[in-house]
């Protein structure tokens, strides 16, 4: 076997471990090790909602009027939103149709999320926090069915399922909301054997005496910190599949393309946060991190690794030139469906490679960010 294949057999089942293979494991191991934490639909500690905000006149009266229906004994719970610099009506909606718990905090310069969330954090005095996002509409017992699990001790984030709605049916956001659905089965079975390595920016919890502040002076991913340095202090981050939380899905993969850019770098960024726990000495913890994490975020260089292979095989096997053909069929498919957003052409299953091709080759721009340096910890509005 030479070196072209060995490069090609191990970087294709890379990829189909941490897409395929590592789900199939937890499946397995959910049998035998299915932990259950308490609950209690009776405890009630006091909450603060906390999310940032940056230009979303288009969205926050509607996210106000969804707070004021969420059910939470009146006195135990609070809002309590930040402002990054906004520069259209967001602080202006903010003050006409604000509910009367909650403050608002105007930052006159941008700061950045991480930065925006140590500040408000600072003046949280509740037992909870709950993370939300501006575009970001709760069912009205979410709250409730994230602070259940506080009962148990051991429990220190909770984790709940975020939603993707596709507006228009286009193809991009079907995509989109099909990853969500596959990131949200295996959110459920990490949590269920011990804790997931994550958790979603939209709707999730935490013990307010865990919080670490933020590392400020470079991009990182607020919500995938913040639930990993609660596992660093020795606590489980759960996930709570009927606290519900629904979002637009983004009207086009191009739009979710930028956006994906920023993630990949900010995941690059904050490897140094954790990497104490990619030891194996941290077990699960660890497993769960190299299989769902860290290879999934190279998974875009073991794809170039992956179609480069098979083509410097391809003249000397008919095996490897069937191979090679279907990588450009499938690179084929993800052009038509390319080619079908820009036109608002609705053609179905096209939308898959054309999302998952889009995506990773938004990490490899993160990546290429990273190590250029070249991303600010700021963020833009993606609808």
Avoid at 16 to 37: D, G, M, N
Avoid at 80 to 90: A, E, K
Avoid at 186 to 215: C, F, H, W
Avoid at 335 to 363: Q, R, S, T, W
């Amino acid at each position: 076997m030479n070196v072209a294949s060995i490069l090609f057999w191990t970087s294709l089942s890379l990829i189909f471990y941490t897409y395929v293979l590592y789900p199939c494991i937890l499946a397995l191991i959910r049998i035998r090790f299915h932990e259950l934490s308490e609950q209690s639909n009776s405890y009630h500690p006091s909450v603060t909602i906390v999310f940032a905000a940056y230009n979303e006149e288009s969205v926050i009266e509607e996210k106000l009027m969804n707070i004021k229906r969420i059910d939470y004994p009146k006195g135990k719970i609070e809002v309590i939103v930040g402002s990054d610099g906004s520069v259209d009506r967001t602080n202006e909606m903010l003050t006409r149709h604000r509910p009367e718990n909650l403050s608002v905090r105007v930052f006159d310069h941008r700061r950045g999320k991480a930065a925006v969330l140590n500040a408000l954090l600072s003046e949280v005095k509740s037992e909870i926090v709950v993370f939300s996002d501006a575009n970001t509409l709760y069912q009205p017992d979410t709250v409730g069915k994230l602070v259940q699990h506080f009962v148990d001790p051991s429990v220190g984030a909770v984790c709940g399922q975020l939603v993707l709605e596709s507006v228009d049916g286009s193809s991009g956001g079907l995509a989109e909301a099909s990853y969500w659905n596959y990131e949200n089965m295996i959110k459920r079975m990490e949590s269920d054997i011990q804790t997931t390595v994550g958790a979603t920016g939209a709707v999730y919890a935490i013990r307010k005496n865990l919080y670490r502040p933020l590392p400020v002076g470079k991009l990182i991913m607020d919500d995938f910190l913040i639930a990993l340095s609660i596992v660093q202090q020795g606590y489980r981050v759960k996930y709570e599949a009927n606290a519900l939380a629904r979002e637009k899905a983004s009207n086009s993969v191009a739009g979710e393309f930028r956006r994906k850019v920023r993630i990949g770098a900010a995941n690059f960024h904050g490897i140094s946060e954790f990497a104490q726990l990619l030891s194996p000495r941290f077990g699960f913890v660890s497993f769960a991190l190299w299989s769902h994490k860290i290879i999934r975020w190279f998974v875009p260089i073991l794809l170039l690794v992956v179609i480069i292979a098979a083509a410097m095989l391809a003249p000397g096997s008919s095996f490897y030139q069937l191979i090679f053909l279907s990588e450009l069929a499938f690179i084929g498919f993800a052009l038509i469906g390319l080619i079908a957003e820009k036109v608002n052409l609705n053609i179905g299953f096209f939308g898959l490679p054309y999302y998952f091709l889009a995506v990773n080759a938004a990490l490899l721009v993160g990546f290429v960010k990273f190590v250029r340096g070249h991303q600010r910890p700021t963020w833009e509005v993606v609808r």
